[in-house]
């Protein structure tokens, strides 16, 4: 006997995690990555960096490309310190590495601004 009672069949956690291959993924990765092309939501850009941290320079980076109010994604290299800071305090402006896209980021992002040297790393991962 328990003190208090017990529950007989009491709750318990369930797990909701699925295994995906990965090739799977990387196919799902691609197919994104086309749906974007043809809609022409990719811009690729010449590699750049700010001097300092400083969100004007990003919102005037948005403002050339007439991305205001736009959910947009930008696809980095590598980590770019200035650049993440820049952008941080901006509601609808996420910065993402190569390495680390995924197929959600792609899809949820209303244009995607991708580096000229992301372009080179995505076609990498892709060829492996």
Do not use: W
């Not at 208090?4 to 009491?10: E, K, T």
């Not at 690729?44 to 969100?55: G, I, N, R, S």
């Not at 320079?57 to 993440?84: A, H, M």
């Amino acid at each position: 006997m328990f003190r208090g009672g017990a529950r007989v069949f009491g709750p318990h956690p369930r797990d909701y995690n699925f295994k995906l291959n990965k090739k799977l993924k990387r196919l799902a990765r691609k197919s994104a990555l086309t749906y974007k092309a043809k809609d022409n939501c990719i811009t690729v850009l010449e590699d750049f960096t700010f001097d300092a941290p400083k969100t004007k320079n990003f919102v005037e980076l948005l403002k050339n490309f007439q991305l205001q109010g736009i959910k947009t994604l930008l696809v980095l290299p590598t980590v770019d310190t200035n650049v993440i800071l820049s952008s941080r305090n901006l509601k609808r402006v996420k910065i993402i590495q190569a390495s680390d896209l995924n197929t959600y980021e792609i899809l949820d992002a209303g244009r995607l601004l991708i580096l000229e040297s992301s372009v080179k790393e995505i076609e990498q991962i892709h060829q492996n």
